[in-house]
C-alpha cells in the first residue's frame, strides 16, 4: 500500500491518493502508517523540488492532497500535530499585509511533519514571544514582501533578545526580498525564499546542522 | 516622444533595444512610490491625482540625475484593482498617510466564474466584477486613469522627463490567478484545467486593444507587459507550457506588430524558461527581471535576441550602502552590458531606498 500511495501522491494523483486512503481505512491500516507513507512522498517530492524536477505548483498541491487525505482518515492537522517534528511559529510581521507566500509556507511545513502555529499578517514582536512560550516553540519564521517591513523583522529579532529568549530559537527570514546577507544583518538564523527552503532550514535547525 | 526623437537619451534606449553599440549603458528608474517618498510626497497625495504622481516622478528623475528615462511617469491604484482583480489597501484609507499599499489577495474569483466569462466575455465580466465585488465605481476610476494619459505625457515631456511605458497588459493568467488567489489557482489547474483554459481563450480577444491603442495614441513607446505569479518557479512545466506561455506570445507578436515595444516585467524566477522567449519577435523587446531570474542566464540565453533590463536586488537598494549599491551595478555593467542592456533596479525601487543608493545606481553607468 505505502509504495503506491506514495508514488500516486508524488503523481498527483488527487482523486487516486483518496481511493487508496480510503480503501486503506476501510481495511483497517492504521491511520500512522498511512500517514508515513504519505510524509514519505513530501520528502521525494521536496527532493524534487531542490533538483528543478519539480516546482511550486506541485509543492502546494501535495500539500493540499495531504490535508484532504488526513480528513479522508477523519483526522484534521492537529491530530498529524500529535507526533509533530517540531513547532514552528510564523507569521508576516508587523506592517506588512502580504499573506500568500506565508501560506503556502504553512501547508507545506505542515506536510512535512511540522507542527504550524500560523499568526497571520501584520504581526506584532510581542505577539511572536508570547506563541513561543505558549507552545514551546524553538523555530520562528519572519515573513515579508515589503522591503519596509525589515525594520519590523529587526524589532522582532531583537524583542526575543530582549525576552531572553534569543538562544532558544531559531528565527528564520522568508519573502521575495529576503536574502542570506539580509539575515546576517538582521540577526536572524537564516533567510529562504521558498516553502521548500523554509522545511530544510526547520529540518536543520531541529538536527543541529547548518541548512 | 516624436518631438523629442533626437533626444540622445531616447536614442540611446532604443539603440539598446536594437542591440546595436551605445555610447554607455542607459539607466532607467522605475519607482513610483520612491518617487514620492524622496520628493516628501505623502503616498496619499501621491495617489490622489495622476498628475502629481507624474510631478512627484519629474522631481525624484531630476534629484537623481543622469538617468536616461523613468519606466512609468505615473501611477494609480486602480490599475492594481484591474490587473490583480482583488482590493488593494492603500494610504491614507485602510493605512497611514504615508505606508505604502498593498495587493489584498482575498480570492474574489469563485470557481463557477470560468464558466461566467464564457459565457458573457471577459470585458463586461470584468467591468461588473470590479464594480461589484471590489468597489463601486473602480472600473470608471480605472477609464478615467486612463483617459487622463494625454495630460501625463504632456507634463513628462514639459518636464523633460522621458518614459518607457503608460500602458499595462498581462496575460489571462494573472488577472485569474489575481482574482483566485495563488493555491486556489494553482488548484483549479490541475482539477478543472479545461475549464480554465476556456475561459482564458475567451478572454484574449480584444483584451489588448485598449493597452495598445493607448500607446498608440500618445506616442509612447513601450508597454509593460506583466508577468509574476506565472512565472516558470511557480508552475510545473506542463502547466507553463499550457497555461502561460501561449498566450504571452500571443500578447507580445500583437503589440510588436503594433510597432511598440513590449516591456517584459516578469517577477520572480523565470530562469527554466529563457530559452522559449527566443520564439519572441528578434531586437524588439526589453527583457525586464527582479533580481530572482538568473540574469547572466539570461544574457546567455537571450543576448544575441533581446534587450535585457534590471535588475539591482530591492534589499541591495534598500539596506545596501551606495558603496554596495555601486559595485553590484558596476558588475552588472560589466557582466550584461554593454550593447543589449539597460540598468535599472529589479522591479520597483524600494520606497525606503535612500537617494543616496539610486544616485550610485545611475553613477554606475557613468564610471564616476
Known amino acids: 500500500m505505502s509504495d503506491k500511495l506514495s508514488s500516486a501522491l508524488v ?3 488527487e482523486d487516486d491518493v483518496l481511493t487508496q486512503v480510503r480503501v486503506a481505512k476501510e481495511a483497517g491500516t492504521p491511520a500512522t502508517e498511512v500517514i508515513a507513507a504519505l510524509q514519505d512522498a513530501m520528502r521525494t517530492i521536496g527532493d524534487k523540488y531542490e533538483t528543478g524536477e519539480y516546482f511550486l505548483s506541485e509543492l502546494i498541491f501535495s500539500a493540499e492532497i495531504f490535508k484532504r487525505a488526513l480528513a479522508e482518515l477523519g483526522l484534521d492537522q492537529a491530530a498529524a500535530d500529535t507526533d509533530a517534528k ?3 511559529v510564523l507569521g508576516t510581521v508587523h506592517t506588512d499585509i502580504h499573506d500568500i507566500g506565508k501560506n503556502i509556507v504553512a501547508s507545506v511545513l505542515s506536510a512535512n511533519g511540522f507542527k504550524v502555529i500560523d499568526l497571520g499578517v501584520d504581526v506584532p514582536a510581542e505577539k511572536f514571544i508570547a506563541a513561543v512560550k505558549e507552545n514551546d516553540a524553538r523555530l520562528v519564521g519572519l515573513s515579508c514582501l515589503l522591503t519596509t517591513a525589515f525594520d519590523a523583522m529587526k524589532s522582532t529579532i531583537e524583542a526575543f533578545d530582549n525576552a531572553g529568549l534569543r538562544d532558544m530559537v531559531s528565527i528564520f527570514i522568508g519573502g521575495g526580498p529576503v536574502t542570506a546577507h539580509l539575515a546576517e544583518q538582521l540577526g536572524a538564523d537564516g533567510a529562504g525564499i521558498s516553502a521548500q527552503e523554509a522545511v530544510n532550514l526547520a529540518q536543520a535547525a531541529i538536527e543541529g546542522r547548518a541548512a | 516622444m516624436n518631438a523629442q526623437a533626437a533626444d540622445p537619451r531616447r536614442e540611446r534606449l532604443a539603440r539598446a533595444v536594437r542591440l546595436e553599440p551605445v555610447d554607455h549603458v542607459p539607466v532607467v528608474l522605475e519607482g513610483v512610490a520612491w518617487s514620492a517618498r524622496v520628493t516628501g510626497m505623502t503616498l496619499q497625495r501621491f495617489l490622489s491625482d495622476p498628475l502629481l504622481a507624474t510631478q512627484a516622478n519629474i522631481e525624484a528623475f531630476n534629484a537623481v540625475g543622469n538617468a536616461d528615462a523613468v519606466n512609468n511617469p505615473t501611477f494609480d491604484a486602480s490599475s492594481l484593482n484591474f490587473l490583480w482583480m482583488t482590493k488593494v489597501r492603500k494610504p491614507g484609507e485602510e493605512l497611514g498617510e504615508d505606508e505604502p499599499w498593498q495587493v489584498e489577495e482575498s480570492g474574489l474569483m469563485q470557481p463557477e466564474d470560468y ?10 465580466f470584468q467591468i461588473a466584477y470590479l464594480n461589484e465585488r471590489i468597489a463601486p465605481g473602480t472600473f470608471e476610476k480605472f477609464i478615467s486613469f486612463v483617459r487622463g494619459t494625454q495630460a501625463v505625457v504632456d507634463k513628462a515631456n514639459a518636464g523633460d522627463m522621458p518614459f518607457l511605458s503608460v500602458g499595462v497588459l498581462t496575460t489571462p493568467f494573472e488577472y485569474l490567478c489575481g482574482g483566485r488567489s495563488f493555491s486556489q ?8 484545467p479545461d475549464k480554465v483554459e ?3 481563450q475567451a478572454m484574449m480577444p480584444g483584451l489588448c486593444d485598449a493597452g495598445i491603442g493607448v500607446t498608440k495614441l500618445v506616442g509612447c513607446p513601450g508597454i509593460w507587459v506583466g508577468g509574476w505569479r506565472s512565472a516558470s518557479r511557480m508552475l510545473a512545466q506542463p502547466l507553463w507550457d499550457r497555461f502561460v506561455f501561449p498566450y504571452l506570445k500571443d500578447i507580445v507578436q500583437q ?5 511598440i515595444i513590449p516591456i517584459l516585467h516578469l517577477d520572480s524566477d523565470w530562469t527554466r524558461d529563457l530559452p522559449r522567449l527566443l520564439e519572441l519577435p528578434a531586437k524588439t523587446c526589453i527583457l525586464s527581471l527582479d533580481s530572482m531570474t538568473d540574469i547572466r542566464r539570461a544574457k546567455e540565453v537571450l543576448g544575441d535576441h533581446m534587450c535585457i533590463m534590471g535588475d539591482v536586488p530591492p534589499a541591495v537598494l534598500s539596506a545596501g550602502t551606495p558603496e554596495e549599491v555601486y559595485e553590484h551595478c558596476r558588475k552588472l555593467v560589466a557582466d550584461i552590458g554593454p550593447t543589449g542592456y539597460i540598468l535599472q533596479s529589479g522591479c520597483d525601487i524600494p520606497v525606503d531606498a ?3 543608493n539610486v544616485k550610485a545606481m545611475v553613477s554606475a553607468v557613468h564610471g564616476e
Open chain 2, 115 to 124: 464558466e461566467h466569462i464564457v459565457a458573457e466575455g471577459w470585458g463586461p
Open chain 2, 255 to 259: 503589440v510588436a506588430d503594433a510597432g
Open chain 2, 198 to 200: 476556456a475561459a482564458m
Open chain 2, 185 to 192: 489557482f494553482v488548484f483549479d489547474l490541475y482539477r478543472t
Open chain 1, 86 to 88: 517540531a513547532t514552528f
Open chain 1, 11 to 13: 503523481e498527483m494523483r
Open chain 2, 354 to 356: 535612500p537617494l543616496e
